[in-house]
């Protein structure tokens, strides 16, 4: 079993639909929790950055974690084509160095 | 530019030739990181650079990989006798420092073996 698990998709929403994208992960020690986004051919960049549980809000993304059932969630509201991407779930242990990926899922959003 | 460099960004190879990836790390970012993208599949861990420390090579997939970082900065990663299960996206990331800082990546090596 992966400890970040994430299904990969595709997922294909119309525009200015509500995007809810999900991870579930196995272990219990991990603190942080991340989101990134990658475009076709480039680097996966950043995109939220969450500790422990509870919500984060920039913009049209909302970060999601709730420790208890060990499940992640992203959020991004009034979509655009522009959100087409793949979006990858991460997360680390407390002082520790490797972060964990899930195999990402791949989004498209249709004007 | 300030972000992490990465080159080649393509690189086709036969089978049994050895390749060497490279990494510019952003400047003062202590911490580098090798990870493997292989179609379908999430970022696999491969190697961990953090100072002047030993490195944490626990992700290599075969003693034909193997990192190295000079002067606490650039990187390179040679694969030796390349297989064609090698073919992958290659991608470098450094961070400020090592515990849970975010890592900021660079847009990868497409290595494919003929």
């Known amino acids: 079993q992966k400890e970040v698990e994430q299904d990969p998709g595709p997922l294909s929403v119309p525009e200015g639909a509500i995007v809810s994208l999900n991870c579930t992960y196995s272990n219990s020690a991990f603190q942080y929790f991340m989101w990134y986004r990658q475009y076709s051919r480039k680097g996966p960049e950043l995109l939220m950055y969450t500790y422990s549980s509870g919500n984060k809000e920039d913009g049209r993304f909302t970060a999601q974690v709730d420790k208890s059932s060990k499940y992640i969630s992203l959020f991004i509201r009034d979509s655009q084509p522009s959100d087409s991407a793949t979006y990858l779930c991460?997360?680390?242990?407390?002082?520790?160095?490797?972060?964990?990926f899930g195999q990402g899922t791949r989004l498209t959003i249709n004007p | 530019g300030a972000g992490v460099s990465q080159s080649p960004s393509n690189k086709v190879t036969e089978k049994g030739k050895d390749v060497e990836l490279r990494c510019d790390p952003i400047?003062?970012?202590?911490?580098l990181y090798w990870y493997r993208q292989s179609l379908g599949q999430g970022l696999e861990f491969l190697i961990y650079f953090q100072g002047n420390s030993a490195p944490d090579k626990s992700g290599l997939p075969s003693d034909r990989f193997s990192a190295e970082r000079t002067g606490g900065s650039v990187s390179t990663l040679t694969i030796q006798r390349t297989q064609q299960e090698d073919s992958a996206v290659y991608l470098c990331?450094?961070?400020?420092?090592?515990?849970?800082?975010?890592?900021?990546f660079g847009n990868g090596t497409r290595l494919t073996v003929t």
């Open positions: 990331a450094s961070s400020q420092t090592a515990t849970n800082s975010p890592l900021h």
């Open positions: 400047s003062g970012h202590t911490a």
């Open positions: 991460a997360s680390i242990i407390q002082g520790a160095q490797k972060l964990v």
